[in-house]
């Protein structure tokens, strides 16, 4: 048994990383055939991406996939530590599963991700939830066929939960929810501890992926006809700070682009790690997105140092405008925290502020959820739930009506859309994403899925836009 430990997790001792491909013990090859498994992910898209590789591995064990867990012999949840809510919802989902389990006594239930990796959710799970079978961490992930046939073996809770991150696992099987758009992981972890966040805990330090691996995986994505790929990463900015001396973030999208797959995009991005470099490459090859997504969190300069941001206000502003002026169609989507620890209403009129000059696209606010662990947690807050939340209002109706107003300016022009699916309520209607990110719902005469078309806007709504295929 393997518990997560967070002195450990914070070490800064340099850990040589070896490189080895994946491969399915022959001893669990199709073990499970003819057995179901529910798999339900909570969090981001490296979560979402993480289980397109579980996916992937339970399949090979012999898995077939269902839609209602009340039909599954295996449950597994891939859990999201950012907010309380996530942990909330993924208690509340294990609550109904011990009624179900009570009486269906064979059922197997597991638990991976960001959840695993936090010290009191492993407490919790051993002091409460001992009728649990596993529980694998973020950095051994790809260890789950063992673990879980350990637990049956054993008839009983298994804990394999590693502080610190692992070695390099290439070559992972993956079974992608799309046939058009690929996540791709090009750096894991994060260095920057902001005193609020749990990432450095839940996925470790950062650590680059090899240019050679990451290229040869989106080479072989376009070969099979994809479309668009997201470069993934806690913070992708700096990738390859810890690998290589003149191969950065900028050199990597340039690679990425020459590959000419159709569409690029990458997040997320911290403010600290933007570079000029990387500005004028995204200006200069028309298949990066100009679509970026730049978190600020506050508008205040004191409440950003509080945060361990490392930049302040005026930088970011900097940074911002830079890309707007050099980035042809530049869109620019945040997130946004309020009620941080000693926020004061000052703080927040600076945030107010910074969302009117900035007039963003799209944001995620949140009001703080504390983070047990973090050095925020430990500051006093003294901001009653009701400030918090008429400040998250305050926030959101000026951000959609910033939505609104940059989505009206499309109305009448032709968008290139990347086409997802038909609507399920309409027969000839379609959705997809423009090149600068946006939710476009649009008719079309004939099947357009799987295509990247020219779509004519024609009305303006704050969260999506409605249209018809642009025929000349």
Partial sequence: ??????????????????????????????????????????????????????????????????????????????????????????????????????????????????????EVVTDKILKDYGWMNFVVGTHNFYDLPRVLCESLE?????????????????????????????????????????????VPYTRGRQRSRKKEDILKEIQALKDQGYLEVTLLGQNVNAYGKDLYEDYSMAELLEDVAKTNIPRIRFMTSHPWDFSDKMIEVIAKYPNIMPSIHLPVQSGSVRILKKMGRRYSREDYLTLFHKMKEKIPNCVISTDIIVGFPGET???????????????????????????????????????????????????????????????????????????????????????????TNKLINFTSDQDVTGKIVPVLIEEAKTWSLDGRVYEG
């Fill in 1 to 118: 048994m393997h518990l997560p430990n967070y002195q450990e997790a914070r070490s800064v001792d340099k850990k040589k990383y070896q490189r080895k491909n994946f491969q399915l013990d022959p001893r669990y090859q199709n073990r499970f055939q003819g057995k179901t498994c529910y798999l339900k992910t909570y969090g981001c898209q490296m979560n979402e991406h993480d289980s397109e590789n579980i996916k992937a591995i339970l399949e090979e064990m012999g898995f077939s996939f269902v839609d209602r867990y009340q039909d599954a012999d295996l449950i597994l949840l891939n859990t999201c530590s950012i907010r309380e809510n996530a942990h909330n919802k993924a208690f509340g989902m294990l609550g109904r599963i011990k009624h179900l389990k009570e009486s269906k006594p064979s059922l197997v239930v597991g638990m991976c991700g960001c959840m695993a990796q936090e």
């Fill in 154 to 198: 054993k008839s009983k809770l298994q804990v394999e939960v590693y502080s610190r991150e692992q070695d390099f696992i290439e070559e992972m099987p993956v079974e992608r929810d799309s046939h058009y758009k690929a996540y791709v992981n090009i750096i894991y972890g994060c260095d920057k501890f902001c005193t609020y966040c749990i």
């Fill in 345 to 435: 209403k000052e703080d927040f009129l600076d945030t107010l502020s910074l969302v009117k000059e900035c007039h963003y696209d799209n944001a995620f606010s949140f009001i703080y959820s504390p983070r047990v662990g973090t050095p925020a947690a430990k500051l006093k807050d003294d901001l009653t739930k009701e400030e918090k939340e008429e400040r998250l209002y305050q926030l959101n109706d000026l951000l959609n009506a910033s939505f609104l107003d940059n989505n009206k300016k499309l109305e009448g022009k032709v968008v290139p859309v990347l086409v997802e699916g038909k609507s399920l309520k309409k027969k000839d209607q379609y959705f997809g994403y423009s090149d």
